[in-house]
């Protein structure tokens, strides 16, 4: 069984900055690629960053480019989210899953809120 808890959300002003983490138990963590998605409410599930496994790929959405780094640390089985300068339009539930590096991940975490409102 393979759990993925993710920590980190919150609510943040306009401009901020909060860093989303993302703890995997129950296989090894290198054996996936790691991707963090997002949902509004009212729109559907967005790909937000993908890590390979061994950290040498990544992909982020055109809308976070230059603001969100996805990043991950095989020691801790955990990955990262950073997320810098956030708009009203980030807040989102944000969900961190495991798979292969496209199509429909494995595993899922429970989400976590990200708010961003003055």
């Known amino acids: 069984q393979v759990q993925l808890v993710e920590s980190g959300g919150g609510l943040v002003r306009p401009g901020g900055s909060l860093r989303l983490s993302c703890v995997v138990s129950?296989?090894?963590?290198?054996?996936?690629?790691m991707r963090w998605f997002r949902q509004a409410p009212g729109k559907e599930r967005e790909s937000v960053a993908t890590m390979s496994w061994s950290g040498g790929t990544t992909y982020v959405a055109d809308s976070v480019k230059g603001r969100f780094t996805i990043s991950r640390d095989n020691a801790k089985n955990t990955v990262y989210l950073q997320m810098n300068s956030l708009k009203p339009e980030d807040t989102a539930v944000y969900y961190c899953?495991?798979?292969?590096?496209?199509?429909?991940?494995?595993?899922w975490g429970q989400g976590t809120q990200v708010t961003v409102s003055s």
């Open positions: 899953a495991a798979g292969t590096i496209s199509g429909r991940p494995d595993y």
């Open positions: 129950g296989r090894t963590f290198t054996s996936y690629a």
